[in-house]
């Protein structure tokens, strides 16, 4: 279902929108929008990866969060984002629709967060050459973990 991954902080550099996840469910939804304008104004020329980043939580997946559309940056410079350095589950989505597979992955997320595992310090999208079809996608998800609850839980998925 998932493995364990510690990343060192990286920057991104991108487009921002603050929602959340009940409004993401309506008409009123901001993240596509977001990905729209992102590529349309080709943003580092649309090299992969691109990421998705979910940061600055008001809580947990029930408040407000940051939604950043962006690419790597190697440099920590004005409205640059980082996200820190961490230990991560890195999920990966079946191959499908992109939409579909991503979204369905975040409910397999929500249900195995239950042991409360998240630290809600920055969470993200990688696209890279797997997701470049948008109707044969695979996408991975990383979500920060506290080290040492997942420890004590033994990792068991």
Not at 31 to 36: D, F, T
Not at 44 to 57: C, E, K, M, R, T
């Amino acid at each position: 279902m998932y493995d364990i991954v510690t990343l060192e902080k990286k920057w991104i550099d991108g487009l921002s929108v603050r929602t959340t996840n009940e409004i993401e469910q309506t008409k009123e939804r901001k993240i596509a929008p977001l990905w729209e304008q992102f590529f349309a104004q080709q943003l580092h020329g649309g090299q992969a990866p691109v990421i998705g980043l979910y940061s600055d939580y008001e809580k947990d997946e029930h408040g407000s969060y940051l939604f950043t559309a962006g690419q790597f940056s190697n440099q920590q410079r004005e409205h640059v984002l980082e996200i820190p350095a961490a230990t991560y589950a890195r999920f990966r989505t079946r191959k499908g629709p992109i939409e579909e597979v991503v979204l369905e992955t975040w409910y397999k997320i929500w249900a195995w967060d239950q042991r409360h595992l998240r630290t809600y310090t920055g969470d993200f999208e990688w696209y890279d050459e797997r997701s470049i079809d948008p109707k044969e996608a695979e996408v991975e998800i990383y979500i920060a973990v506290d080290e040492k609850i997942f420890a004590k839980t033994n990792g068991i998925s």
